[in-house]
């Protein structure tokens, strides 16, 4: 049952005017959107806001928030997010919140910095660590180390580097070099440089995550004032959500709100409305790649009071742009202005808007993109958008907001959607977390014309609009950099030289300092005895059904979800890209029943999901040397279109036509220029995921049909295209008659009561052929071999993986359990969060230890590639000599546990244990590993420090990264550019 259904739970608890531990209630209100109540209060004492979203959902969640509109590019209020968790007046360690991560059992943990505010989120299903949280969170806040350790700002904002006098001049800083991996993407640029065309006299003009250009600009005073105007409690708002004893929480805050300093008169920056500015277009240079030109139009829509207007927006944005058959997207693409485009809607602002993008764009076409976006939706307005489609985009609107799968907890996603309201208005905390009357609103107008209305006046007769191109050019960010700090270190004389050499030392010896143990034991602290049992497993049966079938009796919210498993081991190894690119084909084209156009719309109003996707699996018995892919086709719709769900996904995979052979161009090229986004954005795991391919068979698979070695395939097929168009389509339609069989199928489903029976009623056998004999298995996977790579692409950073199979290291077998999961906390965590993050500068930095027994180190927006081989190489010895406190490996129990435990969407539950199911581990697996976890001791963990000295000594390497930062390097690597 899912937790959030007893409407009735905490219903009118709180009654208006009361007062409660300090707090005056100002009013209360059923929310059916949250299934439960929302209450709105004020600290009386401090003027503090406090929301509480009542429902029955154990994974409780607290936030609170801060007003921060920037006044410059420096990046004060992200320096800040970083800064105030590296310790406070009552926990004065150096890093509370990587304390917490060893040792809580949160279920979220994180700070935010937007573009008007700054969030500090958590959330836990215990209610004694919740507090905890809390507790670590507020004096953070509101009394951080900041003032009394001003070295903090050079660890997190910047700082000068220079190992000798004749050495060149460097800066680090973990948002420093956070920033120039952002700013390394010509898409966050072109964002950044939009928002500052369309709000020259506001914060928005201004980057608030900071423009390494101008965050050495920032000095300590300045940050500390900042502190001291915009971390004050009446300029705060504070969500509480889930299943609480409210009085307790508000006895809570009580305490610690009565009890904050308040630092001085002066309150925050101005957060002012801007009035219509239509700036002549912007040519931004970038030194990028030059397939990254990419081009923006943005469109201001109204206010945060619009919140109608605002959903509208997205789903008219949905219907004529929302895929490659939507009318406007279509428009873009036949006009061959570039090679992707895209469109959304950002809210979480006083002002929204909505922006166009174009990327992979020619030379020379922002013009005529805008000319087209803005004739195209003239025409459109005119003539009526296509009924048809929006009733499509408004039943996916709907899906997504009943499903509700944010990818982190609800209460946290709950406190984001307030703030969209909340922090312009303080009596309206609801508007963006309320949705079901603005759908039912917009459902009922639909054919009135108000969509029609809404893009004349938001995009054809717009007076407060902006267009931008981010235009490519030669050089790097890296080298440009190296040669403003040249110019810098010429000015400075001996005496200067000599300060910034000794207070980087000077830093450094407090980086590398202990904590104190009396600090360490200041903070709050869990047992193994607050461990709750283990959640109920999420369990399978099978029905009756031409094909196996497994089914999870699990609450949906009367949405059905299904998933087949097709083996692709009837596949010979070449053929496996081939089989991607099918799987990046269904649904975009022809079928033999609906054009492309009439199924993109049929899906999006039948079902809430369609995907197609190759998996790996490995085998439980034989983890390195077997790889069992499937071909996936997952879909979902709502209980009461279930019919659609048993035909459309099958109509779709046994009946497209391979023919539009320009169609399947642009597809293709629009997932090559996704995967581009994707080694620049999130280069880590390419890294990973590429030495894992060393070692494992199952991993060589996954690379060749989406990692590196398929986006080089796809990169020389699109190279050919014309020349190879015939034959691919013939090689489509082979694997399409060859993959959907039903000898080797494998289903599943999760959904309401009795559609399951419905689904194969309606569904028969599928359509598949099944002539009662096994297709006979061909793929043999070549050997794995170690490498050492190294990848360049257009960015200011690198990202540095390095991996080992644990059980073909020369000692003796290390078989996979629950300890390898708490000694990758410990060394995420302790070792390199210190010696990567801290010392050398990168975003972040992890050790991942897997069932598939490839161990690996990956790096995150690291400005160097040398240094972290050198800290992955010591973390073997580091683990070995690992001589914990018996509260920190309790610590590390503890968290490792919560991460097992931690509650997950009906649909993701499901998808865990097929992938359980399929690589032959039974359902009590998991059981077993998380006994293992608490079985853990040093003695354990220590064990296995030589097999990590093993992958960090002689393991595989990947760098993808920048290329000035790959030549610098002295390790041993053959290089080529990736993008």
Not at 51 to 67: G, V
Not at 240 to 247: A, E, N, T
Not at 720 to 730: K, P, T
Request: charged share 25%.
């Amino acid at each position: 049952m899912d937790p959030k259904t007893a409407p009735a739970a905490h219903a009118n608890e709180l009654a208006p005017g009361e007062v409660h531990a300090g707090f005056v209630v100002d009013g209360a209100e059923e929310v059916p959107e949250v299934d439960g109540w929302a209450y709105v209060l004020t600290h009386r004492a401090t003027g503090a806001r406090l929301l509480w979203l009542a429902n029955a959902d154990e994974n409780r969640a607290f936030s609170i928030a801060f007003k921060t509109p920037p006044a410059d590019d420096t990046g004060v209020f992200h320096i800040l997010e970083h800064s105030v968790l590296d310790g406070s007046a009552k926990y004065p360690v150096k890093e509370p919140f990587v304390n917490l991560l060893k040792s809580s059992m949160q279920t979220f943990l994180n700070a935010m910095t937007f573009p008007d505010k700054t969030m500090y989120p958590v959330a836990s299903t215990n209610v004694a660590d919740l507090e905890n949280l809390m507790d670590v969170y507020l004096d953070a806040v509101l009394d951080p180390n900041i003032y009394r350790r001003p070295r903090i700002f050079e660890q997190e904002g910047w700082h000068y580097e220079l190992e000798s006098p004749d050495a060149p001049l460097t800066i680090n800083g973990v948002v420093f070099n956070e920033m120039k991996g952002a700013l390394s993407d010509p898409e966050d640029v072109l964002f950044m440089e939009l928002k500052r065309q369309l709000f020259p006299d506001t914060c928005y003009r201004h980057e608030s995550g900071g423009n390494p250009e101008a965050i050495p600009d920032l000095c300590y005073e300045e940050f500390v004032d900042a502190h001291r105007r915009h971390y004050r409690l009446d300029n705060s708002h504070t969500v509480l959500y889930g299943d609480l004893d409210i009085d307790r929480e508000l006895a809570f805050l009580d305490e610690r709100f009565s009890a904050a300093e308040v630092r001085g008169e002066e309150g925050p920056n101005e957060l002012a409305m801007q009035g219509p500015v239509s700036p002549a277009p912007l040519e931004v240079p970038l030194a990028t790649a030059p397939d990254n030109r990419c081009v923006g139009l943005g469109y201001v829509i109204g206010t945060w009071a619009d919140r109608e207007r605002v959903l509208a927006a997205d789903i008219l944005l949905d219907a004529l742009m929302g895929s490659n058959e939507a009318p406007l997207m279509r428009r873009i693409i036949d006009a061959g202005l570039g090679d992707d485009a895209c469109a959304f809607v950002v809210d979480g602002m006083a002002q929204p808007m909505v922006v166009f993008e174009l990327k992979g764009a020619k030379p020379g076409v922002a013009e005529e993109f805008r000319a087209l976006v803005e004739g195209a939706c003239a025409e459109l307005a005119d003539a009526g958008v296509p009924t048809d489609r929006l009733q499509a985009s408004l039943a996916q609107a709907e899906f997504n907001l009943r499903e509700g799968d944010f990818g982190y907890p609800d209460g946290v996603a709950l406190a984001v959607c307030a703030m969209g309201s909340w922090l312009y208005d303080e009596d309206d905390p609801l508007s963006y977390v309320r949705y079901e009357d603005a759908c039912r609103d917009l459902g009922d107008s639909m054919g009135l014309g108000i969509f029609d209305r809404l893009l004349r006046e938001a995009v054809v007769e717009n007076p407060h609009s902006a267009l931008v191109c981010v235009e490519p050019q030669e050089g790097t960010g890296t080298a440009r950099e190296a040669e403003h700090l040249a110019r810098i270190k010429e000015a400075m004389d001996t005496a200067w030289l000599e300060d910034v050499m000794e207070e980087a030392r000077a830093l450094k010896e407090e980086q590398q300092r202990p904590d104190d143990p009396a600090d360490v034991a200041k903070l709050p602290h869990l047992t193994l005895a607050d461990i709750a049992e283990a959640p109920a497993p999420v369990t399978s049966r099978e029905v009756e059904a031409p094909y196996p079938c497994h089914v999870y009796d699990l609450d949906t919210h009367r949405i059905d979800y299904t998933y087949a498993y097709f083996d692709l081991e009837r596949l010979a190894w070449p053929e496996l890209p081939y089989a991607q690119v099918l799987a990046c084909l269904l649904g975009k084209l022809d079928t033999r029943r609906h054009t492309a156009a009439e199924l993109d719309c049929l899906l999006e109003s039948t079902l809430g999901d369609f995907s197609t996707f190759i998996e790996t699996y490995g085998d439980a018995d034989d983890p390195l040397g077997v790889a069992r892919p499937r071909f996936v086709v997952g879909a979902a719709s709502l209980s009461e279109k279930v019919d659609g769900l048993a035909s459309l996904p099958m109509e779709v995979c046994l009946e497209t036509l391979f023919e539009d052979t320009e169609r399947i161009r642009a597809i293709l090229t629009q997932r090559r220029v996704a995967m581009e986004q994707g080694f620049i954005g999130s280069g880590h795991s390419a890294a990973l995921a590429r030495c894992r391919s060393y070692y494992s068979r199952g991993a060589l698979v996954a690379d060749a049909v989406s990692g590196i070695g398929f986006y080089r395939f796809l990169v020389s097929l699109l190279d050919s295209f014309d020349r190879r168009a015939a034959s691919l389509c013939e090689v489509l339609r082979n694997l399409q008659g060859r993959i959907f069989k039903g000898d080797g199928l494998e289903t599943s489903f999760a959904g309401a009561p009795g559609d399951v029976e419905r689904y194969w009623e309606a569904a028969g056998d599928l359509g598949l052929m099944n002539d009662g004999h096994a297709t006979k298995a061909q793929l043999e996977v070549p050997e794995p071999t170690p490498a050492r790579e190294a990848f360049t692409i257009p960015a200011n950073v690198c990202f540095v993986g390095r991996a080992a199979a644990g059980l073909t290291l020369p000692r003796d077998p290390v078989a996979y359990n629950g300890s390898w999961l708490v000694a990758s906390r410990a060394l995420s965590y302790g070792y390199l969060w210190n010696e990567v993050r801290v010392l050398g500068g990168a975003y972040g930095a992890g050790f991942n230890g897997t069932p598939a027994s490839v161990m690996g180190f990956y790096s995150y927006r690291d400005p160097a590639v040398d240094p972290t081989l050198a800290a992955y190489a010591g973390a073997g010895a580091w683990l070995s000599g690992w001589d914990p406190a018996a509260s920190d490996l309790e610590g590390f129990v503890i968290s490792t546990v919560a991460g097992l435990d931690a509650p997950v969407k009906p649909r993701a539950a499901m998808r865990r244990e097929d992938k359980l199911r399929i690589s032959g581990r039974g359902p009590a697996w998991r059981a077993q590993v998380r006994q293992e976890v608490l079985d853990s001791s040093v003695d354990t963990v220590r064990a296995l420090g030589a097999a990590v000295a093993q992958v960090g000594e002689t393991g595989g390497v990947c760098v993808i990264g920048g290329a000035d930062i790959i030549a610098a390097s002295t390790a041993e690597l053959e290089v080529s550019r990736l993008v």
